[in-house]
């Protein structure tokens, strides 16, 4: 078998809901899919979902590079081998692990075809479906606490609260979502590198009582011990997402003790084949792992789904990027019921995306 040609093609979907972050508004996304095409009329898809902040990638980087590297690379390659490809496209993709992603999910498509099996089986299989938790950006306490509500009356057993603006609006925040939604619902605060050491552990101090779940990358990114401060000073676990890029970033926040768990996003790290590394390498060094997500469409989704479903260290789930996505081609590749992901237990990951 031979790849024969690719195809990139960008696809721009509104969000149905904007949102705010510490350091960003969102109201649209823009996603690249790759077709891998082979010999024996078995196509493979990946997907590209650039965020400049976290990756450095555009949509303008991704396409020529799909053009200038990728298709000089794979064209003429053996699908199956897929190690030797990715490090080949490494050589000249170290730093953009986007497209190393979409590149790394159209293989495993194609191998899952080609072994008429899901991709979750194929790497393990350790459980079939998934809670996942469901996103409320920075919103006032009022509008917050509704779409908790609403969340919760959808099914989602899970919230994740976006903060690191003001503290003192998050706590009262995540204080009164307590209160709207009982002790049983999952909690999450993310605070998407917004605070100082000293405003987290306020945080951490005044929340007590609202039994926050976890805290995701409270400090700037390029200050990691910053994060050791924090996690040696409190009891909630802390996570690392935008300090975590390169499975040597994991590698350093382990052998540190700087954090409790790790957030593994495909899109950030470079794909399935990489996030098993990252994740091998956590759970030597006992810490949780939580795979994420940015605006991914559900194809993209449906991969951190295939990863998240074949790994016992992979604990927790926050992949709910495409449930806003207007008009994604995707839509269908995983099945979300009462807060809980499942795979299209079809081969591969399980979608033809309608190009």
């Known amino acids: 078998m031979k790849i024969i040609d690719i195809r990139a093609t960008q696809v721009n979907m509104r969000l149905r809901e904007p949102y705010t972050i510490a350091y960003e508004k969102y109201d649209s996304a823009t996603n690249i899919f790759l077709e891998a095409l082979t010999d024996r009329n078995i196509v493979g898809f990946g997907c590209a979902a650039p965020d400049e902040h976290v990756t450095g990638e555009t949509a303008e980087t991704i396409l020529a590079d799909v053009e200038n590297i990728v298709r000089t690379v794979i064209k003429g390659v053996d699908p199956l081998r897929s190690s030797q490809i990715m490090e080949k496209l490494k050589i000249h993709l170290a730093n953009h692990p986007c497209v190393l992603a979409a590149v790394d999910m159209a293989l495993y498509d194609i191998l899952g075809k080609v072994s008429r099996l899901p991709v979750w089986k194929i790497l393990g299989g350790f459980r079939d479906c998934f809670i996942t938790s469901v996103t409320i950006g920075i919103l006032s306490r009022k509008e917050t606490v509704h779409r908790a509500k609403m969340f919760v009356q959808q099914g989602f057993k899970s919230l994740k609260i976006k903060g690191g603006l003001n503290v003192e ?73 935008e300090s975590l890029v390169t499975l040597r970033d994991a590698f350093r926040l382990a052998k540190d003790d700087l954090i409790d768990m790790v957030n593994v996003k495909l899109q950030k790290v470079g794909g399935i084949g990489e996030a098993l590394q990252i994740n ?56 979300l019921k009462n807060g809980i992901l499942y795979p299209n237990n079809t081969p591969g990951l399980g979608f033809n995306p309608k190009l």
């Open 169 to 241: 609006a998050d706590i009262s925040r995540v204080i009164h979502v307590r209160e709207a939604v009982g002790k049983r619902v999952e909690i999450r605060f993310d605070a998407n590198q917004g605070y100082s050491v000293e405003q987290a552990l306020q945080f951490f101090d005044a929340t007590r009582q609202a039994n926050v779940e976890l805290i995701e990358q409270p400090t700037p990114k390029g200050k990691p011990d910053l994060l050791g401060r924090i996690t040696r000073a409190t009891t909630i676990p802390i996570m690392a997402d």
């Open 280 to 335: 091998s390498m956590a759970r030597a060094a006992g810490l949780e792992v939580m795979v994420g997500c940015m605006d991914e469409s559900a194809l993209s989704i449906a991969a951190g789904l295939h990863f998240a479903l074949a790994r016992p260290n992979v604990t927790y789930a926050d992949l709910d990027g495409h449930l806003d996505l207007i008009d994604d081609p995707a839509d269908g590749a995983v099945i």
